[in-house]
């Protein structure tokens, strides 16, 4: 489904990404781990172009996401991105949070909007907090909701930055059960996190990534060797 060929990105003289390669199949779920500063961050925000890469190439389902021309929007409503602050519109209601995007972009009817995002909250287990704002929520349920907004766009893969990051540590479980619901149900995804157990247990492949390259990639067993 992606295929990244020699990915690299520089911020003026310095050079955050050298050289990245990286193949990822439809269903696949790829942890990205590695120390701060490595570059995590930067390889999941070039692959949905909010990043523009300094060399290299990205295809996404057969087409070249970095060929100079390429409609870039089409490309990132098919990528759902969550990020470790949530990023939720503050003025809006939890379901108009799911709605907004498909409404305004995929030219969905409210209805029928409405009805997908229904279906979402109900996955996510908050769909009796619709019609709250996200400051009445608290940091687990807000993640939640940024992840049910990503999907209400229906998207082909989801990114996800460190979702559990910023959470206190008896929220990190709830985000982590909904993550492992879409895993189990077949989407492909690409998690940076600094979950380990979590990695280990729902990780189809692990990439260790150290100053901008991948030192070691492999299967959870391969990687951090057996239980
Ligand atoms: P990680 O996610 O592994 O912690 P990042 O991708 O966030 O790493 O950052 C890698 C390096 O790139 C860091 O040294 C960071 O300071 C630098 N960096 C990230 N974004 C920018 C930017 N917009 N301008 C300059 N440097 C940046
Ligand atoms: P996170 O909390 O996700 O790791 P950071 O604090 O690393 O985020 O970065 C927050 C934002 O600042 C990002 O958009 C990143 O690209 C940018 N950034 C990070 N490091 C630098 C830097 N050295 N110079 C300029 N921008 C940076």
Redo the contacts with the bound molecule.
Sequence with gaps: MITVKNLRKS?GKTEILKGIDIGIASGEVVVVIGPSGSGK?TFLRCINLLEQPSGGEIMFENNSITARGHNINATREKMGMV??HFNLFPHKTVLQNLTLAPVKVKGLSTVEAEKIAMELLQTVGLADKKDLYPSQLSGGQKQRIAIARALAMQPHVMLF??PTSALDPEMVGEVLDVMKKLAKGGMTMIIVTHEMGFAREVGDRIVFMDKGVIVEEGTPEQVFGNP
Excluded: K, L, M
Aim: proline share 0%; aromatic share 34%; net charge negative.
């Design positions: 911020y961050s990020f470790q930055d460190e």
